[in-house]
């Protein structure tokens, strides 16, 4: 695994800016906002992917994932992007706050098999543990005891933990219990329409009442409305995340988010 780790430091150089290489594609990040309502401003940014040929079209990045799985590069290629998004996070300021980095829960399970990796790529991007929140991505896996290994290590490093997309899928619940994260991100199938969804709404509520209780934090994607938006801050939910209030941008070219005024509760 030293050989991968050389290979990804040597394609994300420390102290630069931009992409790197990846197949016949170059790879780049963003950076979404994630909005606090308490605080109306940022208190965090998640790290996304985009690909481009050499001619300039862009590639959706499941595809890209798909293509590196298929030929057993995908745990590679989490590595990367998640090298390429702590490199460049660093070039929004100091008022960044947290950066939340996607990670599949087979890039997790491997993570713990080779401890090394992901401290040595926090290190040589000089990023601080403490500010790095780990999304697991909510998809099948059949090595959950593993997967709450990774976890384990995560914290241990000093990093947050978030289960990402709750409420798309059936056995999420389950991962929850095991995993018990420190943020929960709820899907956009939740929150879209929430403002006249009363099915929706009963969930969400009941979603941040246990929340609370369990002292984790909440925050709501794919949040393009502003009646849903409306009803997230009444219903008690702090964070969001969505078109309405930023879109994705690189770090270098201004992409930082200004504050936005969100609705009070009532």
Request: with cysteine; proline share 5%; hydrophobic share 45%.
């Amino acid at each position: 695994m030293n050989e991968a780790l050389e290979r990804i430091l040597a394609a994300v150089l420390p102290g630069e800016a931009g992409g790197a290489p990846f197949d016949s594609l170059v790879l780049s990040s963003r950076y979404q906002p994630i909005f606090s309502s308490a605080e109306q401003r940022p208190f965090g940014y998640e790290g996304l992917l985009v690909s481009y040929t050499a001619d300039g079209k862009a590639v959706a990045p499941h595809r890209v994932f798909d293509r590196a799985d298929a030929r057993g590069q995908g745990v590679y290629l989490d590595w990367l992007s998640r090298a390429l998004h702590l490199r460049n996070w660093r070039q929004l300021g100091e008022a960044r706050g947290l950066l939340f980095l996607n990670v599949s829960p087979t890039a997790a399970i491997e993570d713990a098999h080779f401890e090394r990796v992901f401290p040595s790529l926090l290190a040589a991007y000089e990023v601080n543990p403490a500010d790095v929140v780990v999304e697991i991505l909510e998809t099948g896996v059949e090595e959950e005891p593993q997967l709450v290994a990774a976890v384990a290590m995560y914290r241990a490093l000093g990093c947050k933990v978030a289960l990402d997309d709750f409420g798309a899928g059936a056995s999420e619940m389950k991962r929850f219990w095991r995993l018990r994260p420190d943020i929960v991100k709820i899907d956009r199938s939740l929150v879209r329409g929430c403002a006249f969804d009363r099915g929706n709404t009963a969930l969400l509520r009941a979603l941040v009442a246990y929340t609370e209780e369990m002292g984790l934090e909440v925050c709501a994607e794919g949040v393009e409305d502003a009646a849903d938006l409306r009803q997230l801050v009444n219903l008690g939910v702090r964070h969001a995340q969505g078109y309405l209030l930023g879109r994705p941008d690189p770090a270098w070219s201004g992409g930082v988010a200004a504050p936005v005024t969100l609705p009070a509760a009532g």
